[in-house]
């Protein structure tokens, strides 16, 4: 029966991350770190008639949080993979804001798009989707939407430009040039995009965690079963950790040891 006991996750140039599992993960099986319980766990009618917040008992209610908290934590690294994945000495990092106090997400959305359209029109002279981005939305106090929003492999386009391509109120230039790699920029950007990330998660059920292009790098992902271990010298090794993951096999929840390194190279 055909599986794999180890994953090598590689992002950009940097480094690369493995998970070593001490039961194989088998065809059928479902790997609960890489998809939310709650996705497994109901079946389709039920995800259908799905009952709001309010109208769950208080175990429920506990159960619901613990899942988003998971769900927010998977967006927020395959976040940080595709931004370590896309990032070059090109990179801009925005935050757009609007004078008008917009508070309808459709609405807002609606402009944010037509900025990138703007964008890669003045960069590429073309209406054809050239530009790399990525953009999470997060409400202000005063209740209004605003977006964090990376562009990749764009040349330097003057302040006083942007605010006349994004039109709306004001545009900050968030500075990555201290950023000497690629293995830095991820975990610095995602600081300033997690709370967007987790707020859509939880106002704007079902949406999706951040907007991007099509034509982003995607991290490269190899899965295969070996009886031997990979071994590095104690300097590669950037972080490493053991935990209990969660495989569901033949209709119920297996306990799986997991063993996780992130590598330089």
């Not at 766990?41 to 009952?51: A, G, L, M, V």
Request: with cysteine; net charge positive.
């Amino acid at each position: 029966m055909s599986g794999y006991n180890q994953k090598i996750v590689r992002s950009g140039s940097s480094y690369i991350e493995i998970w070593e599992y001490a039961n194989p993960i088998l065809i059928q099986d479902t790997l609960v770190e890489d998809r939310s319980a709650e996705q497994i766990e109901k079946p389709e009618k039920e995800k259908n008639k799905r009952r709001t917040f309010e109208e769950l008992s208080i175990d429920e209610q506990q159960e619901r949080l613990n899942r988003m908290s998971k769900t927010r934590l998977e967006a927020k690294w395959k976040f940080l993979r595709i931004v370590d994945s896309n990032f070059c000495d090109k990179t801009s990092f925005l935050t757009l804001t609007t004078k008008e106090n917009i508070q309808d997400r459709y609405r807002f959305t609606i402009e944010l798009k037509k900025f990138i359209k703007r964008i890669n029109y003045h960069v590429f002279n073309t209406k054809k989707s050239k530009l790399k981005y990525l953009a999470v939305l997060e409400r202000q106090q005063r209740r209004a939407w605003h977006s964090h929003i990376l562009l990749f492999g764009v040349p330097y386009i003057p302040h006083n430009k942007l605010l006349k391509l994004w039109r709306h109120g004001s545009v900050r230039i968030n500075k990555l040039s201290h950023l000497d790699d690629s293995s830095n920029a991820g975990r610095y950007v995602v600081k300033y995009m997690e709370k967007g990330i987790g707020q859509e998660l939880l106002e704007s059920f079902g949406k999706k965690a951040f907007l991007n292009s099509r034509n982003l790098k995607r991290p490269e992902e190899t899965k295969f079963f070996s009886k031997d271990s990979l071994e590095f010298d104690d300097s590669a090794i950037l972080y490493q950790t053991e935990y209990t993951s969660k495989v569901y096999r033949e209709g119920r929840l297996v306990d799986n040891y997991v063993r996780y390194r992130k590598i330089k190279i």
